[in-house]
């Protein structure tokens, strides 16, 4: 059975970090190009960072130089280090693992605020 399971949400000042983990299972972890995405209340489901085997790394404008994705293969898990966090970053981010179909975690919250 294929899981993604997040992890590392929770409450942080504006300014601060959170690291997010995503351990993936049931799958070919290197086939798959991998990322998170988040949604806020109100809002539509938005790419936030995703990342292939090859290491191409895409970002979503709004995250650019405060975000960095990562993976680790044989750990089978991808990392979202959030940086310099705002109060809109406040979301719940979602795993997602992607080759000729996707797959979705349950999603973390993240909330930013004093």
């Known amino acids: 059975q294929v899981q993604l399971v997040e992890s590392g949400g929770g409450l942080v000042q504006?300014?601060?970090s959170l690291r997010?983990?995503?351990?993936?299972?049931?799958?070919i972890f290197s086939a798959y190009t991998m990322g998170w995405y988040r949604q806020a209340p109100g809002n539509q489901r938005e790419m936030v960072a995703t990342i292939t085997n090859g290491d191409h790394q895409e970002y979503a404008e709004?995250?650019?130089?405060?975000?960095?994705?990562s993976?680790?293969?044989a750990k089978k898990t991808v990392y979202l280090q959030m940086n310099s966090l705002k109060p809109e970053d406040t979301a719940v981010y979602y795993c997602n693992g992607r080759n000729l179909r996707a797959f979705w975690g349950q999603g973390?919250?993240?909330?930013?605020s004093s």
């Open 71 to 73: 993976r680790d293969n």
């Open 14 to 16: 504006p300014g601060g």
């Open 20 to 27: 997010l983990s995503c351990a993936a299972s049931g799958i």
């Open 108 to 112: 973390t919250q993240v909330t930013v």
């Open 62 to 69: 709004s995250v650019k130089g405060r975000f960095t994705i």
